[in-house]
């Protein structure tokens, strides 16, 4: 167990008192202040440590992995068992979920035996969070005890053979936000987290991209999974038939608007990232298509494949409980 969760354990809970400040953009009185529309609130350590001691304190589960279930994909949360479920409106310092298909519950419980903590539903920048409050569950989930994070997204398949209902590994991203001067990591630099200048290359764990790659072939499901690069874009707009076909030129194989800033964020704490899309709708790259994205069709692919997904995770958190 790292220093810092026994010494709060040992602690007695914090009371919670009042609530909330979801969709306020009021910096926290532990905060320093800053003029950036991208930054807004930050999160100390101390407030990571409470939010982290609300939840131990009210489950004895003692989770290392901690799972992000994206758009459609939150079924999983429904599958564990001994489980207690925080509805965010409930944790003290929390934003609301406020997109359809994503329940908006942070839920600690055991997957097969494995204890974990599962958030059905994300925060995405779109929502109007900015990128320090949409990856803050993954420092909690740091503090919590966790050393892996299992992330997944409902994504744009923008290579050409990738069909809906596909899975992709996803072996490395393009930050484009962060190019753009936005990354979770902005503001003051707490060491207690991790360095001030974190690497970026191998951010998606290459032994557990095998692990994945050979349980998809165990699975029989080899031919509909893939490995490839993906990018998030701010949304909530759809791209244009240029934009598509610029990213695809630079290597993009997938296209969504969340996990990146999760993913930065949790290799600045050191947890190793497993991360994966199911392809949701194929990209329109041909100016002559009629067809059009819509989120509808996002969460009906979550829908069709969440059998197969959950059985995905859960035998990947089988596998990364054996290396722990
Ligand atoms: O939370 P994820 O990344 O799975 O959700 C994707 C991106 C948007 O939130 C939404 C667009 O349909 O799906
Ligand atoms: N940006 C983006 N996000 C998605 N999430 C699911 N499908 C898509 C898509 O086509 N584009």
């Known amino acids: 167990?790292?220093?810092?969760?026994?010494?709060?354990?040992?602690?007695?809970?914090?009371?919670?008192?009042?609530?909330?400040?979801a969709n306020s953009f009021s910096a926290s009185s532990d905060s320093p202040r800053t003029s950036s529309p991208t930054l807004g609130e930050h999160y100390s350590y101390d407030t990571i440590e409470e939010i982290s001691n609300y939840l131990l304190s009210r489950t004895h589960i003692r989770p290392k992995i901690g799972i992000i279930c994206g758009s459609?994909?939150?079924?999983?949360?429904?599958?564990?068992?001994?489980?207690?479920?925080?509805?965010y409106e409930d944790i003290p310092h929390f934003p609301l979920s406020t997109v359809v298909g994503h329940a908006g519950r942070m839920v600690l419980g055991t997957l097969n035996g494995v204890?974990?903590?599962?958030?059905?539903?994300?925060?995405?920048?779109?929502?109007?969070?900015?990128?320090?409050?949409?990856?803050?569950?993954?420092?909690?989930?740091?503090?919590?005890?966790?050393?892996?994070?299992?992330?997944t997204n409902a994504a744009g398949g923008l290579h050409d053979s990738y069909q809906i209902g596909d899975i992709m590994i996803v072996k490395d991203h393009i930050n484009i936000m962060g190019f753009a001067g936005n990354n979770p990591l902005q503001g003051p630099n707490d060491p207690r987290f991790g360095p001030r200048f974190p690497p970026m290359n191998r951010a998606y764990d290459p032994e557990l991209i095998k692990i994945a790659e050979n349980l998809a072939n165990d699975m029989g499901i080899k031919d509909e999974t893939h490995t490839g690069v993906y990018i998030c874009l701010g949304g909530p707009s759809y791209e244009t038939v240029s934009e598509l076909r610029m990213w695809r030129m630079l290597g993009v194989d997938a296209v969504g608007m969340s996990t990146v800033h999760e993913v930065i964020?949790?290799?600045?704490?050191?947890l190793k990232v497993f991360a994966f899309s199911l392809i949701t709708n194929k990209c329109i790259t041909d100016y002559d298509s009629n067809g059009e994205a819509n989120h509808a069709e996002v969460i009906s692919a979550g829908a069709k494949r969440q059998d197969v997904l959950a059985t995905f995770v859960t035998r990947m958190v089988e596998k990364i409980n054996e290396m722990l």
């Open 1 to 21: 167990m790292p220093e810092e969760t026994k010494v709060f354990l040992e602690t007695p809970a914090i009371p919670i008192s009042g609530k909330k400040q």
């Open 265 to 270: 964020t949790a290799r600045h704490c050191d």
């Open 115 to 151: 204890e974990v903590m599962v958030m059905q539903g994300r925060f995405h920048f779109y929502e109007g969070y900015p990128l320090t409050k949409c990856s803050m569950p993954v420092r909690v989930m740091k503090v919590c005890g966790c050393t892996h994070l299992i992330t």
């Open 72 to 87: 459609g994909l939150g079924h999983l949360g429904e599958t564990l068992s001994d489980a207690t479920y925080f509805p």
